[in-house]
């Protein structure tokens, strides 16, 4: 049975109780932690504090004499720039609309396979299948064979509803881009609220037909409720996923028409492989980390509160 | 006392009723899941064109298929496959590596402050990567790393491990203290209760946990993107270059991108049982 | 309230399968409580859940007052459930919980309140319960609201599919005569499911005894308990059971540990009309009367097993090895490893058919 379990996460009873421990013991404890730990930091906080340093600093990779400090004038630009404010503008878009969409399409595919039918396990092979496709061979398969005004398969089955041979990567490539994050993090969603409808007790739902419950009242006064915590932990993980979405917008659009769908990731992409300016891309970096602090301290909040729901047992 | 004749009743109108409800929702669920595998399966499909099959309009489902663009796929993706397999192997046992230990410090034997180290992991799985992307390629520059598969191993690692980490985790957290409090009786020490005890109960767990970790590390674009050239460009990039500047290429890219794909697809399916727990970081058995 | 009926009412889980309820046949009388009592398996509960409509019928058809119910939906049934592990909505306050069956009646707030409100009253659920959610809730607060539920409805019907078997021993003693009180009071037909036939014995009106999916014998509890029609039935009701042991016939009765057994003339008839070399002979545990020494069957005592107002012998009659068992008093029980003899009178002797079980001349 699917729970969510708050066991492994912040109240948890650790297995055995750390006693009132000798200077040896607590060092024996730490030990095995310590290999993992030094590595994480060396690897990530090294180059974190690298970034910091360098956002102070005028560093442009073409022009010689390397580094010189250059106080707050990265953070000015960055914050004046249209384009800073155009990327992070485009990802919030297409984080909020892919991750509500596909939780959407989430819910009603899990309360789809939630019944039983014939061949309901291929089914959700075939739906989850999406999700595990490499996302640059997903970019580079829905930019050409799929979406191409000339050859694409889309075009063709729209035919019948009057569509002809739209260029869907020039007029509408931020939607283009979307439904593709959507494809893509719709069984993930699913996955989640599946796990969750089928931790739902069976007599409960039994209860409520006795009681006199019809399908859509049992979703809306039981089914729902039952499955909040899943939802809200399928939008938390999937923000984080698709917050830093770069692979579609490299190979579908490359950032464009234009910077119409340059994202955060890929515009700071573009100040180090375009502009080379090292300095600028450290400081729009360092404000993109203390941007991602802030919504990830709202979010761990979230996460901890969702985690005081057990699953919801009776 | 023997029964009547089974059935001897028609299914009433209710019965018949919710029979074809059934069946209606379960046409539903067909018709979604062929729509949502139809790009996948058009991949499929155009891999086995030959180019001018390829870009046609209409688009083409009867054709004579060729194994021509998968041949070429084969003939180039030598030295991709080869640093994606090291990539990915390489990390993920490092990962394992780390990782067990360290969960095993988060979990059985639980440092004083775990729930920090448990959030400290976390916070740098949230941390975007993009945003030290231009100082780590300083860095791999200044240490000779850069376009070297051993930067692509230790970033990788990286990547996963604080994943890895609430994963293992939540696997021992299943261990029946009852086994463990056993063989400390027995006199087991700490080394001798984790070879004998937790690695044989979690061993499932720590499949689905490389199997995760797989996924990932074979998938990932940015960083070979921007740190490899061709010593150390993986599968991704392979991609890549199947889009050339000019000339048909259709066929082609479908090839390598179903050829990209299958391994992750194959482990996906295989641990779609686990998927879930390995997504949502333990928190959903 | 109405009157239930099973006619024929069959269920089969998969084709080739024996059925888990077989061809029932079972009248509950308006205003009854009805218990419907057997080992794990003996398809009870799906029989009951059969009445609820959570399961379908495979063959024959029940009845709810005068109405053909088979294929009703359980809404439309006008009964009332109280499941096993309560089933009580999580996310839903207690209150909200009971009122949940006239919201989706649609019965206007107040309304609904009110009866909520009686209902908890006639459970000595406090007021300040109404608001809490299950999970802050004892066993036994929750098997009140489970019963609040169901009473706040008025149906037709009570089902209810084991309510006590959650609850501790204690508790569930003290429950079964409330809900056995409560009714009596409410006057509803209740059909209730057990495997405990303490339970059935002391709640209900009469008792349906099932196996393997047959009905094996409805009656009040006292003609079950004095007049088992079969060796399941006997061997079922009553605690401790009835001693049963296969005995070969001999001239006036049956050879018991070296003893004869006299059997009344009708039983002996009905043995030698079937051709029987041997029968089961059945002696409840109270009717091998400890004699001091001039009883006919004799033993050794192997345990005494010592429950204040009674005293349970366990004692290997000569010349076997299984035991029986002897309720005696419990002020001075012999002591293990004595030899004790015992007096039976043949009034109080069961024969049954050792190959149907069925009982010789009942």
């Known amino acids: 049975m699917a729970v969510v379990d708050t066991s492994t996460l912040l109240a948890p009873e650790p297995v055995v109780r750390p006693r009132e421990a000798s200077r040896r013991e607590r060092w024996q404890r730490r030990l095995p932690l310590l290999p993992a730990l030094i590595y994480i930091v060396i690897v990530t906080q090294i180059p974190f504090l690298v970034t910091l340093w360098y956002s102070f600093q005028n560093y442009f990779f073409d022009v010689p004499g390397g580094a010189h400090w250059a106080g707050l004038s990265n953070y000015k630009s960055v914050f004046t720039t249209a384009a800073f404010r155009s990327a992070l503008w485009h990802s919030v878009i297409m984080t909020v609309t892919a991750v509500i969409v596909a939780m959407i399409l989430g819910v009603l595919f899990a309360l789809l396979l939630d019944r039983k039918f014939i061949g309901r396990g291929v089914v959700r092979t075939l739906i989850i299948t999406p999700f595990l496709v490499m996302p640059a061979a997903a970019a580079l398969v829905w930019a050409g064979p799929m979406l191409d005004p000339n050859f694409g398969l889309l075009n063709y089955l729209l035919q019948p509803f009057g569509v002809h041979h739209v260029a869907w990567l020039s007029t509408h490539a931020l939607g283009s881009v979307i439904v593709v994050m959507i494809w893509q993090w719709t069984p993930f969603m699913m996955l989640i609220v599946l796990a969750g409808l089928q931790g739902q007790p069976a007599d409960v739902l039994e209860a409520a037909k006795v009681d006199g419950a019809g399908a859509l009242a049992t979703f809306r006064e039981l089914t729902f409720p039952f499955l909040r915590p899943y939802i809200e932990l399928g939008i938390l993980l999937g923000s984080i996923y698709l917050v830093n979405v770069f692979d579609q917008v490299r190979l579908m659009t490359n950032g464009g028409p234009g910077t119409a769908t340059t994202n955060l990731p890929f515009y700071l992409y573009e100040q180090v492989n375009n502009a080379f300016d090292v300095g600028g891309a450290a400081a729009a970096g360092v404000i993109t980390v203390i941007l991602t602090i802030i919504v990830a301290t709202f979010a761990l909040r979230l996460f901890a509160r969702v985690f005081q729901f057990e699953g919801a047992s009776s | ?285 | 309230m109405a009157h239930v009926r099973y006619v024929s009412a069959t269920r089969v889980y998969t084709k080739g399968t024996p059925p888990a309820v077989d061809a029932l046949d079972l009248d509950v009388k308006d205003g009854e409580f009805m218990v419907l009592v057997g080992p794990s398996g003996s398809g009870k509960t799906t029989a009951l859940r059969m009445l609820a409509g959570l399961e379908p019928l495979d063959g024959g058809r029940v009845e709810i007052g005068d109405r053909d119910v088979t294929w009703v939906q359980p809404k439309d049934r006008d009964i009332a459930m109280v499941f096993q592990n309560y089933a009580l909505y999580p996310q839903k306050t207690v209150a909200e919980n009971m009122g949940f069956a006239l919201k989706m009646q649609h019965v206007p707030r107040p309304e609904r309140d009110r009866r909520v409100r009686e209902a908890a009253r006639l459970l000595n659920l406090d007021d300040q319960l109404l608001d809490r959610k299950p999970k802050a809730l004892s066993g036994g607060q929750r098997q009140r609201v489970a019963m609040g539920r169901a009473i706040v409805r008025q149906p037709q019907v009570f089902l209810m599919d084991e309510p006590l078997s959650n609850l501790d021993a204690k508790l569930r003693v003290q429950t079964r005569s409330q809900i056995a009180e409560l009714q009596r009071r409410l006057g509803v037909t209740t059909v209730y499911v057990t495997h405990d036939q303490t339970e059935a014995m002391t709640m209900g009106n009469r008792v349906a005894v099932l196996s393997g999916g047959q009905l094996q014998q409805c009656d009040t509890p006292r003609q079950l308990y004095d007049n088992p029609v079969n060796q399941f039935v006997a061997g079922f009701i009553g605690s401790p059971a009835m001693n049963l042991q296969t005995v070969p016939l001999t001239e006036g009765g049956v050879r018991l540990a070296g003893t004869v057994i006299p059997l009344p003339t009708a039983v002996r008839t009905a043995a030698s009309q079937a051709d029987l070399r041997e029968l089961v002979l059945g002696i409840r545990p109270e009717h091998l009367h400890l004699a001091d020494g001039t009883g006919e069957l004799t033993g050794e005592v192997v345990l005494v097993e010592d429950l204040g107002s009674d005293a349970l012998l366990h004692v290997r009659l000569t010349g076997q090895t299984d035991q029986v068992v002897a309720r005696t008093e419990g002020r001075k029980p012999p002591a293990p490893g004595q030899e004790v003899t015992f007096r039976v009178q043949p009034d109080d002797v069961f024969a049954f058919h050792p190959v149907t079980g069925a009982r010789l001349a009942g």
């Not at chain 2, 009433?12 to 067909?30: C, E, H, L």
């Not at chain 2, 990915?88 to 034997?109: D, F, Q």
Request: hydrophobic share 55%.
């Open chain 2, 1 to 285: 006392m023997s029964a009547l004749p089974l059935r001897t009743r028609e299914p009433g109108p209710q019965r018949f009723r919710d029979m074809s409800v059934k069946v209606g929702w379960g046409i539903v669920a067909w018709v979604v899941g062929i729509a949502f595998f139809l790009p996948v399966l058009w991949m499929v499909l155009t891999a086995f064109k030959p180019e001018s099959a390829a870009e046609t309009w209409p688009p083409r489902f009867t054709f004579s298929p060729t194994l021509s663009q998968f041949r070429l796929v084969f003939s180039g993706w030598g030295p991709y496959v080869t640093h994606s397999v090291i990539a990915t192997v390489g990390s993920t046992i490092l990962v394992l590596l780390l990782g067990v230990p360290a969960a095993y410090a988060l979990s059985v034997h639980p440092v004083k402050h775990w729930r920090d180290g448990l959030f400290f992991f976390i916070s740098t799985k949230m941390l975007p990567i993009v945003a030290v992307i231009g100082p780590l390629y300083v860095i791999a520059l200044k240490t000779h790393l850069l376009d070297s598969i051993w930067l692509l191993i230790i970033l990788y690692t990286a990547m996963n491990l604080p994943l890895a980490i609430w994963l293992i985790r939540s696997f021992m957290l299943e261990v029946p203290s009852e086994l463990l409090e056993a063989s400390e009786l027995d006199g087991a020490g700490r080394i001798r209760e984790m070879t004998e005890v937790i690695l044989p109960v979690i061993s499932p767990g720590l499949v689905s946990t490389a199997l995760i970790c797989v996924i990932f590390a074979w998938n990932e674009l940015f960083l070979a993107l921007n740190l490899t050239v061709t010593n150390a460009a993986t599968m991704p990039m392979f991609l890549i270059s199947s889009v050339p500047q000019e000339g048909l290429y259709i066929a082609h890219l479908s090839a390598a991108a179903t050829v990209a794909s299958v391994p992750v697809i194959l482990v996906g399916w295989i641990a779609q049982r686990s998927l879930v727990r390995g997504l949502s970081m333990g928190a959903i058995k």
